[in-house]
């Protein structure tokens, strides 16, 4: 059995990505030398940096659209970037669901995802965002 830590519920209009509905953990610390919060989105293979907490909401949206944008004018579409990345569709009725899941028995990883803050944002606008690409 699988736990579904994560998921990206993807919407298109004519072919073209629009938006995104995310939740996934995320992990921020404070940085030693020069006091901003560095933001990680592990699940994306994404780091960022922002000025305080505030900052952090902004940075996290930015670099989701970068890399949804990214993914579609460069590499092969949002959902096979994600699935390179260890992703699974889990439903493809209307618009595509990818989950990352993590194995029951896999205990450590499970806790791991758990500690992070939880992320969402159930309207990511991206088409917008492919245009100045």
């Not at 949804?68 to 096979?80: H, L, R, S």
Request: glycine share 8%; proline share 2%.
């Amino acid at each position: 059995m699988q736990n579904i830590e994560a998921n990206i519920v993807i919407t298109r209009n004519d072919g073209k990505l629009a938006s995104i509905s995310v939740q996934m953990p995320i992990w921020s610390k404070q940085s030693e030398f020069d006091g901003n919060t560095i933001v990680k989105l592990p699940l994306l293979g994404i780091e960022t940096v922002a000025k305080n907490d505030d900052d952090a909401e902004i940075a996290i949206k930015e670099a989701i659209q970068s890399f949804c944008g990214v993914a579609e004018k460069f590499g092969e579409g949002i959902e096979k970037e994600l699935q390179s990345l260890g992703w699974k569709l889990v439903d493809s009725n209307g618009n595509p669901v990818l989950g990352f899941c993590v194995s029951e028995t896999d205990a450590l990883l499970d806790r791991l995802l758990q500690t992070g803050d939880n992320y969402t944002n159930e309207n990511l606008e991206i088409e917008e965002e492919l245009e100045h690409a």
